[in-house]
């Protein structure tokens, strides 16, 4: 592909064209714009980000029903109803794309755990609902994150992923989707992300309800402290209250552990059935419910440090200005070029003559169409090629060998020819490097005709040989 650089006047086309000695091939194009943009000045990129959290101990605890809470890789498929998940769903996944779940073992070391292996404490033991102790301590891992960390210390970092929340073996369960974590420069802030699921009822199960993805916050985060490494920090739990409706289980604000996720988080769970096993309930359970720790890794670009200002002598003064680009009045019409045919252009079968073969042909004619008005400056172009190696097989010569001869029809005031360039057999620099098939120094249309003549030595290897004709228009 070939970039093309937007400026005031200048606009660059390329297109191919292929020539065979002695078969037709196809006509291609290709046009490529590119742009950039910059980060503010003092902003730093963050890259390969990870962020691992098991939301809270619940998530990993054991079920009064259906064996344990647990986490999954992924969107969870829809069960069709308040039901059990089973293996044969293959709903339960530790891994899908930049996400992982992970659980330690005895030694703490974090593994991808199994179906069978999903609901033991990290000493092999199946979780109890009678402990609020008695967890798994599952958690899930989101990769590949990227964001900034701009000057001032404050961080944004996006992922990419999903995962589900299972609560009693798959009676209720939801998903988060492509969190976002954004933090100020004193480390305060939240992440949120993208919930769905499926909602149903403790008291009518017979409910299941798709729930239409919504944006929640999934921690709110104070007074983290951020390095150029990462950060670790538990999310705000306890002492948090929160606003629950008429139909709610009401929520203890006493005891060690009384707390409460944040707002939207709680709303969404009342849609899933699960709103009390995020906030303090009074229940045997209220002491697995906070928040969990949340470590994020990541890498940030180095700072490149300013070269300090020389300071003034004495008796000068420094003087700055600002200048913007130039504006210049619209440009009415337009400028372009096509081949009139777009047929391949063969040069037939090479002719010995001495000690050379020799080979011709014609460049389909070249259209250049020119209209442009208006503007402060004067309109020019220039249309030239170039002429990659003929191949046939394992064999091959350089475009050296091909020349041309332009001429120019039907033109404007202006356009004039590009000088002829002959095979390097004749003494000449061939078409290997790029040459002009035809210039003007105003707005002008014209027709461009070239002859085409190829001049290889007679030790050339017998073959079809092919190549390609690269034609540039600046205009």
Known sequence: MDSVVSRPRARVFRRAVAIAATAALALGASVLTTTSASAAVGDRAISGASITWGLNGESGGGAFFGGCNFLSAGVAGDTGSSRLWTQADDFYST????VEVLKPNSAGVLNQPTWATKCQTPAGTPVTASSATSLT???VKIGNGTGTKAADGSTTIDWTGSFSVVFYGGLTYWSVTDPTLTLDAAGNGQLTGTASGYGTSMEDMTQWVPIAPEEIVLADISGATVSDTGLSVTPDYLGVTVELGADSTPQSTTGATSGSFPQSFVDFQVKTG???YWYSSGGSRDAAKPSTPLAVAYTVAAVTPEEPAE???PGEQDLEVIVPEKTTPPVAGSFGWTFDNA????LGTAVQTGSSFTATGTLNTVSVTDTRTGGTLPYSWSISGQVSSFTAGSNSFGANYLGWTPTVKNAGTGVSAGAAVTSSVSGGAGLA??????????AASADIDTALSLVIPDTTAAGNYTSTLTVTALG
Do not use: D, H, I, K
């Open 433 to 442: 490097t790029s040459a002009t098939l035809a210039s003007s120094t105003a």
């Open 311 to 313: 300071p003034a002598a």
């Open 95 to 98: 891994q899908a794309g930049n």
């Open 343 to 346: 047929a391949a252009v063969s």
């Open 274 to 276: 699960q709103s009390s």
């Open 137 to 139: 301590n599952n958690v």
